[in-house]
């Protein structure tokens, strides 16, 4: 039986891949390094569909029909370069691979390149929905040439996961472009995730509400424009009890917040394009903060004095419905903190398009992220909306005129709750830091212009003027006149 496309690396996303194209009706051939895995899956799964076992990589190529479609789904990084390796010598040319790993964008356009050299079509694809998704319907953000979505789009497109019918899947631009909009994703996620944190820190401790209680917000919240799949999952997290002590799941859990890297590589990219995600790197850095443990346990000795402890509702707002008061403006300040974290996010996307060439359709990328992913939302509708018409697109998200509505009305709330964090000491650096880069985007004057003048004096750096073209230098050590350069 000649198979539509074979996989190789059957952990868990790569077996779950394999079992969604199989359960769709493709025939799919199956490697893995160690055959165990491939054993095991058929042993399990091997009835839900028709599936070729192979041992080694040319058994499998073998069994492909042509173009030749072989999707890897090993470990990132040097394994993904390892299985190429080994494929090339098996290959001809049009033949297609597939990466459809977390793979770092800037080694899938280095593969994409060399592959490309000797004929043949590499496409970075970037997944998203876990285990769950890989198997009833990622997300999916394939990359590559035009030429080669023509092969394989029509089967991820099948497998996806489906938004009102539409498939979450599209050809989003070529070489790296799929891993780099994946990327993207995730760092949002971290925002995302982020963002929910310092509500629920907020609602703690200066509300005095607890988990469970919170639990009932959430779920309220998620009746409203922030509906969303982590909205939803939070109120469950929130309302576990550990079965060990009774006490909520989320007071036993340590507070350290893990990391696989794809939003510090989003960070880095961002400062790499110049667009200031600034959202998503505060985000990184909470997590690599809330690692110090033992750094925050002598810290929070040290300055104990120095932090406000607990304080009422009442007292932040002196009104009766005080707590129901300050749970609205959390809603609506990590509504705008989402919607700033979004704006920048896909400012990030605008500014990659340009330095690597690849033409972002943004309303496709918001589409695909609908269903199927951690960061599905309502949102995205209305983000797909404001790119709806392309001669209107708006430079930056929170210029579209539901965005800049929705921003104006949780401003006085956005920056009341800014404001309490600081003044009763509770981090909350993504709900600040969104705010203050509205501010600046909205400032037509900002202090750098000082910064300017400080860089020509101490390293002759150069500005330009507000009132004539060209460059000039103060002469500073000397008779501080202005020369044009
Ligand atoms: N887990 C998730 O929720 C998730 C979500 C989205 C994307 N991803 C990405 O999907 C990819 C696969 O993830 P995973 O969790 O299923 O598996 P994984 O733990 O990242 O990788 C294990 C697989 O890689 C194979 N492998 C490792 N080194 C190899 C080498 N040098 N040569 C050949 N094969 C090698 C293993 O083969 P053996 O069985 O022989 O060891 C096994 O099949 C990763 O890039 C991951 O980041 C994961």
């Known amino acids: 039986m000649s198979a539509d496309i074979g996989v190789t690396g059957l952990a868990v996303m790569g077996a779950n891949l394999a079992r969604n194209l199989a359960r769709n009706g493709y025939t799919v051939a199956l490697h893995n390094r160690s055959v165990a895995r491939t054993d095991s899956l058929l042993n399990s799964y091997g009835h839900e ?19 030749r479609r072989v999707l890897i789904m090993v470990k990132a990084g040097a394994p993904v370069d390892a299985v190429i390796d080994e494929l090339l010598p098996l290959l001809e040319e049009g033949d297609i691979i597939i990466d459809a790993g977390n793979s770092f964008y800037e080694e899938t356009r280095r593969r994409e390149a060399a592959l490309r050299e000797k004929g043949l079509h590499f ?13 009833n319907g990622p997300s999916i953000m394939p990359g590559g040439s035009r030429e080669s979505y023509q092969a394989l789009g029509p089967m991820l497109e099948k497998i996806a996961a489906e938004y009102h019918g539409e498939p979450c899947c599209a050809w989003v631009g070529t070489d790296g472009a799929g891993h780099y909009v994946k990327m993207v994703h995730n760092g949002i996620e971290y925002a995302d995730m982020q963002v929910i944190g310092e509500a629920y820190d907020l609602m703690r401790s200066l509300a005095g509400l607890e988990p469970a209680q919170q639990a009932g917000v959430f779920r309220e919240w998620n009746t409203t424009d922030l509906a969303s799949y982590l909205i939803e999952i939070t109120s469950a997290v929130l309302e576990q009890e550990d079965e060990l002590t009774g006490r909520p799941l989320v007071d036993v859990i340590v507070d ?8 510090r590589w989003t960070a880095i990219s961002g400062l790499e394009v110049g667009s200031p995600v600034t959202t998503i790197a505060e985000s990184v850095f909470a997590r690599s903060i809330s690692s110090q443990r033992e750094l925050r346990a002598e810290t929070s000795q ?12 009442e007292e ?8 129901q008061d300050f749970v609205e403006d959390v809603r609506k300040a990590l509504y705008a903190s989402k919607l700033v974290s979004y704006a920048q996010g896909f400012d990030m996307l605008t500014a990659a398009g340009s330095e690597f060439g690849w033409e ?21 509708d209305t983000i797909m909306k404001a790119y709806e018409v392309p001669q209107e697109r708006p430079k930056n998200l929170l210029l579209a ?30 709900f600040s830091s969104s705010l203050a880069y509205y501010d600046s985007l909205r400032r037509d004057r900002l202090p750098a212009s000082l910064t300017q003048g400080l860089r020509d004096y101490f390293g002759a750096h150069t500005y330009e003027r507000v009132d004539k073209p060209g460059t000039f230098h103060t002469r500073w050590s000397e008779d501080r006149s202005e020369m044009e350069m």
């Open 302 to 313: 040290a300055f104990s004095a120095g932090i406000n402890g607990v304080v009422s509702a």
């Open 401 to 430: 005129p539901a965005f800049t509505e929705a921003l104006n009305e949780c401003l006085p709330a956005w920056r009341r709750v800014v404001a309490a964090a600081a003044t009763y000491g509770v981090p909350a650096p993504v």
């Open 316 to 323: 932040l707002y002196s009104e009766q419905d005080a707590q």
């Open 256 to 263: 350290s917040a893990g990391q696989k890297g794809t939003g």
């Open 49 to 67: 569909g028709n599936f070729v076992r192979t041992e080694s990589l040319a058994e499998l190529v073998q069994s492909l029909e042509r173009p």
């Open 360 to 380: 972002l359709d943004l309303r496709t990328i918001a589409s695909l992220w609908r269903a199927g992913c951690i960061i599905r939302a309502d949102l995205l």
């Open 123 to 135: 496409v970075g694809v970037g997944v998203s929905g876990g285990e769950e998704g890989a198997l």
